[in-house]
């Protein structure tokens, strides 16, 4: 694949763009979800074992990764639907309606 084809957007997924076939969601790109969520994602980082499936799992991108493994949710993007919270292994995700 020439670079000039490849679509993925510029972030840190760049050297593996071209060696795998992987999508990566750009965040917003759905709009703003803040506005409309019925439940947001709440993580206990002392139930968290740091296996990054929730960053893994996310279909719009919005766990970021931290340097230590830790993850953190953009709740701009985050649109609820609780994949994140199904998939963690040790339950320290839990879904939270909003006020």
Same mark, same amino acid.
Do not use: H, Q, R
């Given at each position: 694949m +020439?670079? @000039?084809e490849c679509i993925?957007?510029?972030?840190k997924?760049?050297?593996?763009?071209?060696?795998?076939?992987?999508?990566?969601?750009?965040? *917003?790109s759905g709009g703003k979800t803040n506005e409309w969520r019925l439940e947001r994602p709440i993580i +206990?980082?002392? @139930?968290?074992?740091k296996c990054l499936i929730c960053w893994i799992d996310c279909p719009e991108g919005t766990i970021t990764r931290k340097?230590?493994?830790?993850?953190?949710?953009?709740y701009e993007y985050c @649109? *609820?639907? *609780?994949?994140?919270?199904?998939e963690c292994p040790t @339950?320290?995700?839990k879904m939270q309606k909003e006020e």
């Open positions: +020439d670079e @000039k993925i957007p510029e972030n997924f760049d050297a593996l763009k071209y060696d795998y076939p992987i999508s990566v969601p750009d965040l *917003g +206990d980082n002392e @139930k968290c074992i340097d230590d493994d830790t993850v953190e949710v953009n @649109k *609820g639907c *609780g994949i994140c919270a199904n @339950k320290a995700i």
